[in-house]
């Protein structure tokens, strides 16, 4: 097998490692910074990756783009550390990450500013839990999405993407439900314009391609 599927497969693992995200460890939220701690530019447009993992998508999206501003939430937090001190290492200005569960730290009073502010927000290949009962687990949550829909502001894009097609289908589902949240077609979306203008790549979504697998995605914006 080639090295690099096998790098991937490895990857791909090491992404999956559960973590219970109902667990009572992740009701305290941290102190959370201003837009101006975090960013040196703090009026740039700010994207929300949700599930940020070891943050190398984030970090080849700052890299590459200076003119927007990358947000990554993670539950697992010892990544969370790893990309905080990457970052600092690297003097990038316009990345950071905050560790904790994406549900109670965007319903925190704290963080209502970083909603008010969000452009756009993504879910790349969140964890499936595959089991039935273990559903509830999932990111993407109709009193989630309900909460957040009120929230953000008109025209916010959010992006979903997967290659388990039944997890993307239970993510549709939810979020066409909501009554402030319209489908976009991807065909005429003009990604120039958006938080990835060069189309990068996570790296599940390089595993997914080289192996040549299916992958399910679609944009929604708040209307």
Known sequence: MHPYIIAQQYTNIFMRQHVNPLSNNFNQIETIPSLSEMFGDSKLNLHLDIGSA????????????????YLGIE???????????????R???????LFGNANNILNDVQCEF???????????FPDPWFKKRHYKRRIIQPEFINNLSNRLQKGTLIFIKTDVKDLFDYMDCIISSNF???????????????FNPNEVKTQRE???????????E??????
């Open 91 to 97: 003097e990038i200005k316009n990345l950071y990450f």
């Open 54 to 69: 070891a943050g190398e998508f984030l970090f080849d999206l700052a890299l590459v783009n200076t003119s927007w501003n």
């Open 75 to 89: 539950i697992r937090e010892k990544l969370v550390q790893n990309s905080k001190l990457k970052v600092l290492e």
């Open 180 to 194: 402030y949240l319209k489908t976009i077609d991807k065909k005429n979306f003009n990604y120039s314009e958006s």
């Open 114 to 124: 970083i909603v008010k502010n969000i452009k756009s927000i993504s879910f790349n």
């Open 206 to 216: 390089k595993y997914v391609i080289v192996n040549q697998l299916d992958i399910f």
């Open 218 to 223: 679609r944009i929604y914006m708040k209307i």
